[in-house]
């Protein structure tokens, strides 16, 4: 067995996800290597989401019967919870959405309705990255569509960072908001956030964060990255589908004009106006995701009982282990950064010639699991060349093993396409 330092306990934490256990294909042992695109749940969060829905079940806020004051009471525990795993300043800056995608397009639409100082119209201009998922493209490609902004973008280098050689050119006096992601789903690259809000900050430009493969994977301290907004999702985190997070700052919050209308977001309402709720309720229109909340507080507490600085160094141990690996395939080209230094745990490549669905296909008729196509990240494939590639991407539960697995498949990929 392969020992490598700075690894977690796997054989306990597996214990915790019935899931793991899975053989397929008639009786291969389930290798589950797709964390970037959903992370499997722990015990322990399936079964808050099973009690919630068996003793506690009601709406939030409304009520004064003891089902929706125990719901109100666990959706706002929740909120707590993320609050304190984020280091927020205050839990009223701590907005539920469905998902990462709702966060980021939540911030957009906001900006595109504010007043000054914060309204983006055709003076202004948009900065984000090549290296974005979709979540953090389209919304502002919408924005600029409407308003008449530009958009600009850093490129890439070669070997998978954000050019910003010319930073004082894309960030200038007229940028009103640069979103970058801080892992790239894709790429692995963890970017230089002090640099990019350094220079945000110099000409009075609003951040958005996108850290959807950070918040599972590392310590995440939003007031560290000072950023002004950070998106993140649940599902990546072993909690529900359906639920996301928008953290923004307290007076960003309160200045800014909600961008969905209903219930629970109004303090009153008249048939000739409307007045609104103070954050986080102003901009959680309608029922919320309860359970899922709920489920996502269950997440964190079994995130931070394992302590996010061990997860990160057991990603980086596995990380750098996979790369030395999957560099000894002949024909693989890694398409990212080649080390673990400054890297998340999400591992793209290509195999020669073959297909990238082909490689998913063969693997997974192994029972190896990873993920094929661009990713949601189609600008990177244009940018290198490529159509599209294959995901090998580990979390707290990932084995020095599974990384043995996935070569010896890779392996038989290569002998079954000679």
Not at 103 to 125: F, I, K, Q, W
Not at 149 to 171: H, P
Not at 221 to 226: A, I
Not at 230 to 239: L, P, Q, R, S
């Amino acid at each position: 067995m392969t020992h490598i330092p700075g690894l977690l306990d796997t054989e306990a934490i597996r214990k915790d996800f019935p899931i793991l256990d899975r053989v397929v294909h008639d009786g291969k042992k389930l290798v589950y290597l797709d964390n970037a695109a959903t992370s499997q749940k722990p015990r322990q969060v399936l079964d808050v989401l099973a009690e919630y829905y068996e003793r506690h079940n009601a709406n939030v806020h409304r009520g004064v019967h003891v089902l929706a004051e125990e719901a109100t009471a666990l959706y706002e525990g929740a909120r707590d919870k993320i609050a304190a795993f984020v280091n927020a300043p205050s839990r009223d800056e701590v907005i539920f959405t469905k998902n990462a995608s709702e966060s980021l397009n939540l911030v957009a639409n906001m900006l595109g309705l504010a007043d000054e100082p914060y309204r983006v119209d055709h003076d202004t201009e948009i900065v984000i990255t090549e290296m974005e998922h979709h979540s953090n493209i389209v919304p502002w490609q919408l924005l600029a569509q409407r308003t008449g902004a530009k958009l600009k973008w850093f490129g890439l280098t070669d070997d998978g960072r954000l050019d910003l050689s010319n930073i004082e050119e894309i960030i200038t006096e007229k940028t009103k908001v640069v979103s970058f992601v801080l892992v790239s789903n894709i790429l692995g690259t963890v970017n230089p956030v002090e640099a990019i809000v350094r220079r945000a900050q110099e000409v009075g430009a609003l951040v958005v964060i996108d850290a959807s493969q950070a918040a599972p994977h590392m310590p995440l301290d939003v007031q560290s990255l000072q950023a002004d907004f950070v998106a993140f999702t649940g599902h990546k985190m072993c909690g529900p589908d359906g639920i996301g997070v928008l953290w923004g700052r307290q007076e960003l919050l309160e200045d800014l004009p909600p961008f969905l209308g209903g219930g629970e977001m109004i303090e009153t309402v008249s048939m000739h106006s409307s007045t609104y709720a103070p954050a986080p309720h102003k901009f959680e229109a309608g029922t919320p995701p309860i359970a899922q909340a709920v489920g996502l507080g269950a997440a964190v507490d079994y995130l931070t009982s394992i302590g996010m600085e061990k997860i990160a160094r057991h990603e980086h141990a596995i990380t750098q282990y996979a790369i030395q690996r999957l560099q000894e395939v002949p024909g693989l080209k890694l398409i990212g950064p080649t080390t673990a230094e400054d890297r998340g745990a999400a591992i793209s490549f290509t195999l020669g010639d073959i297909h990238p669905h082909d490689v998913g296909q063969v693997l997974d008729e192994q029972g190896i699991a990873v993920r094929v196509g661009h990713h949601c990240a189609r600008p990177v494939c244009l940018r290198y060349g490529i159509p599209a590639t294959t995901r090998a991407s580990f979390y707290l539960y990932s084995t020095p093993g599974e990384v043995d697995a996935l070569v010896e498949g890779l392996e038989h990929v290569r002998n079954f396409f000679g």
